[in-house]
């Protein structure tokens, strides 16, 4: 079977969300670290600009999205499910986490306290140049304040506490779910946040639940240079299958462009190739990855047909 390629970094808190998924699936993964910050040119050589973290590879196949990436792995390792059927509004619990509860928890754990923790031992340069990417990256984002994100996380950790007050193990009963993941990586990056992680510390429930998720562990990663990565990419024999399905807007074949909605909205350009209430897929070439398709989730993504010149 060909082989699952993470391109991330240690310090992401959404590729500490992939991670966690894929040990709950207990897979075997190849990990490419990527830089940071911009640039990143192996990896916008198989996404065609997206530049967020994590991606997925399989092979010419390149996944975007943390939302998407949950599904690739339901597919390649069924059980356990991140999708239990007691659970429906778990995906959306998840939207929301990823949302509203990360840009809660990304300003309250920068406030300087927290910063000097993340940032620490590392030269004014690199804190510099982390602020100077981040600007234009989240500039469609109206940012909490300090005194904002606060009050907001400490009423969303109480709701959490209370939700697991029936001694549930995870949010939606016995078993975890996609819900359980989206909600710990922000948890988890409020708690890199050295002194500031003291709001969590009145929400017994929510530090026990948080290792039960933790204890999910990474799975079996074994590192990969971002060169492998790519001849991954142009040495495949194909790609997964995809249809554009009718009646959505749009037809196989038609130049595109794709883009996030909400911030990092870099698009990526290609050829139409898979389309269904779920997944957006462009067909696109690079000299170096070869013909590579790059899939989105539709949800939270902008889909517009190329302006022709
Ligand atoms: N909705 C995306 C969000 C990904 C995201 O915001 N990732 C952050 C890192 S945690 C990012 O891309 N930061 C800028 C970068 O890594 O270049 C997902 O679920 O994957």
């Avoid at 495949?236 to 883009?259: D, I, K, M, S, W």
Wanted: glycine share 8%; net charge neutral.
């Amino acid at each position: 079977m060909t082989e699952l390629i993470l391109h991330h970094y240690p310090a992401s808190p959404f590729a500490e969300k992939a991670r966690l998924m894929l040990g709950f699936k207990g897979l075997a993964w190849r990990s490419v670290f990527i830089p940071p910050v911009m640039p990143k040119p192996d990896l916008t050589a198989l996404t065609g600009g997206y530049r967020r973290t994590p991606v997925l590879q399989r092979g010419a196949d390149v996944f975007c999205d943390t939302a998407l990436i949950a599904r690739v792995l339901e597919t390649q390792a069924p059980t356990p499910t991140l999708f239990p059927a007691s659970a429906p509004l778990a995906p959306l619990l998840a939207q929301w986490a990823d949302s509203t509860l990360f840009w809660t928890a990304v300003p309250y754990t920068m406030q300087p306290a927290g910063l000097a923790h993340v940032f620490a031992g590392l030269p004014p340069e690199a804190v510099q140049a982390f602020a100077a990417d981040r600007a234009p990256f989240s500039a469609g984002i109206r940012r909490q304040t300090v005194a904002d994100a606060t009050v907001n996380l400490r009423q969303q950790l109480a709701a959490f506490d209370a939700q697991l007050a029936d001694g549930r193990p995870f949010l939606f009963g016995a078993d975890a779910s996609i819900a359980d993941f989206a909600v710990a990586h922000c948890v988890w990056y409020v708690h890199r946040g050295g002194p500031v992680a003291a709001i969590v510390e009145p929400f017994a429930l929510v530090r026990a639940w948080l290792q039960r998720v933790e204890a999910f562990g990474h799975g079996r990663p074994r590192k990969m240079s971002s060169a492998e990565a790519l001849a991954a990419a142009s040495g495949a024999g194909g790609h997964a299958a995809t249809a554009v399905e009718p009646g959505l807007g749009f037809e196989p074949g038609q130049r595109v462009n794709v883009a996030p909605t909400d911030y990092g909205i870099d698009p990526v350009a290609g050829e139409l190739v898979g389309l269904t209430a779920d997944e957006v897929v462009v067909r696109r070439t690079d000299e170096r990855a070869g013909t590579v398709h790059v899939h989105f989730p539709r949800a939270g993504f902008q889909l517009k047909k190329e302006k022709s010149s």
